[in-house]
């Protein structure tokens, strides 16, 4: 994990951590979405959707009034990969791996053991609801920092298919949380 002393080195004398994210901070999620995925935009109702879903799911990097990025996740089917703007209403009982929906960050905040230090707190979050999994949809060519997380590519002529409304980079991630 990434320690506020090894933030404040990278960061300069801003000190950014991971908090839940609340209704209050959809403008700053909303702006850094934009700004990071122009070609996969996601409404406002969207986003809400996601906060009421499963809040403890939702997080921001932040430090005081400054936004660097957000995390969406929730509960989800594996392999079910889920339409982008899209609200969700899936049961949670039929689910078995916690779904990292979205994780943006600006550019001042990338490399920084951010990514990292949110999938830890993710990985507790699955386990406390007994999700054996964490899975993605890697987009923009980032699966080889998701792999140096431990994450696996899943390849399948279905996933394929799914996967075409994230664009053509696109790659279904999972990484297994048992014995690790």
């Not at 609200?87 to 960050?105: F, K, R, V």
């Not at 609801?129 to 792999?147: C, G, K, M």
């Amino acid at each position: 994990m990434v320690g506020a002393g090894d933030q404040k080195r990278v960061f300069g004398e801003i000190k950014p951590d991971w908090r839940i994210a609340s209704f209050s901070d959809l403008e700053n999620i909303h702006d850094i979405s934009c700004q990071i995925h122009p070609n996969l935009p996601e409404s406002q109702e969207t986003i809400i959707n996601k906060l009421e879903f499963f809040p403890q799911g939702c997080w921001l990097l932040s430090s005081g009034n400054e936004s660097f990025g957000y995390a969406l996740s929730h509960p989800w089917q594996l392999f079910n990969i889920p339409e982008l703007n899209k609200a969700l209403s899936a049961p949670l009982q039929i689910a078995d791996c916690l779904y990292i929906h979205d994780l943006a960050l600006l550019e001042v905040a990338r490399g920084k053991g951010a990514a990292k230090q949110l999938v830890e707190r993710l990985t507790q979050i699955a386990y406390s609801h007994n999700l054996t999994f964490l899975a993605l949809t890697s987009v923009y060519d980032t699966q080889s920092i998701w792999q140096r997380l431990g994450f696996k590519l899943m390849n399948h002529d279905v996933l394929s298919v799914k996967l075409d409304s994230y664009g053509p980079s696109a790659k279904y991630m999972v990484k297994s949380l048992v014995n690790s």
